[in-house]
């Protein structure tokens, strides 16, 4: 039988981990609001200069590189916000073994909103990166059409 007090270490690893996931869940949904601008600016002012330039490698490689952005946040915070979920919920659980309900419902509130943190920010990227991926395509096909 695997003796409990044998990797108290691990818990408290993965507890140590909590706090640089809150922080970086906060700071990809900052993200998704500068990238939510930038792609306004993109929308109604950036594409137009571009398709004008007439480089085709130069939006290209744009294109890619802020797809490529998109992507990454519509990725990494839904996992990030999945981990501060789960860290949480070891201590509230074992808390309601304990007999204090208060900490499992102090871990639950702290698990919700890590969740819904990462869902904020994923979402973002998510609507950010479809709405780039069809105007850079416009744009390059109108560019191609002009050559």
């Not at 792609?39 to 480089?55: I, S």
């Not at 698990?111 to 416009?138: M, S």
């Amino acid at each position: 039988m695997i003796e409990s007090f044998s990797f108290a270490w691990l818990h408290d690893a993965v507890n140590w981990l909590l706090m640089p996931s809150l922080g970086a869940l906060l700071v990809a949904c900052v993200i998704a609001l500068v990238e939510a601008g930038i792609a306004v600016g993109e929308r109604f002012h950036g594409l137009d200069r571009l398709r004008a330039g007439g480089d085709v490698v130069q939006v290209q490689a744009l294109a890619r590189h802020r797809l490529e952005r998109a992507d990454l946040l519509a990725r990494i915070p839904p996992m990030l916000g999945l981990m501060a979920t789960i860290i949480p919920l070891g201590p509230g659980l074992a808390a309601l073994g304990a007999g204090d309900p208060a900490k499992l419902a102090s871990a639950v509130t702290v698990a919700f909103d890590a969740t819904v943190l990462g869902l904020v920010a994923g979402i973002g990227g998510l609507v950010i990166g479809k709405l780039r991926r069809r105007w850079y395509e416009e744009t390059l096909d109108a560019m191609e059409h002009a050559a």
